[in-house]
């Protein structure tokens, strides 16, 4: 049973940075594509990126393209989110899921949240100065 959890999350000003993780257990995450979503108060559970399982492929939202790069360790078991440039927008809870099948989806699009079936528990990301 694959297992996932989010660390990394805090409290930065906007322009700051962080660098979010995903370390995965009881799996080997090196099948799986990944996938970073968030959600802020009132708002419905929204795509960030996704990277594939070889990690050759990734995808961002336009909302964070330039800002937000997604890499993985296959020998780590662990995917990061590096994000920069953060603005007051960015805050929400951040969660990482897998998709045992999804890395040509993620090679095409960004995919929604009904196509992964694995999720951590999140991580409080908060911009405010």
């Known amino acids: 049973q694959l297992q996932l959890v989010e660390s990394g999350g805090g409290s930065v000003q906007p322009g700051g940075s962080l660098r979010l993780r995903c370390q995965a257990s009881?799996?080997?995450?090196?099948?799986?594509?990944i996938g970073w979503f968030r959600q802020a108060p009132g708002k419905e559970r929204e795509g960030v990126s996704c990277?594939?399982?070889?990690?050759?492929?990734?995808n961002y939202a336009d909302s964070v393209k330039g800002r937000f790069t997604i890499s993985r360790d296959n020998a780590a078991n662990t995917v990061d989110l590096q994000m920069n440039s953060l603005k007051p927008e960015d805050t929400a809870i951040y969660y990482c899921?897998?998709?045992?099948?999804?890395?040509?989806?993620?090679?095409?699009?960004?995919?929604?949240?009904?196509?992964?079936?694995?999720w951590g528990q999140g991580t409080q990301v908060t911009v405010s100065s």
């Open positions: 899921a897998a998709d045992l099948s999804g890395s040509e989806k993620c090679r095409r699009y960004l995919p929604g949240i009904d196509h992964y079936e694995d």
């Open positions: 009881g799996s080997s995450l090196q099948y799986y594509a």
């Open positions: 990277i594939s399982a070889s990690g050759g492929s990734t």
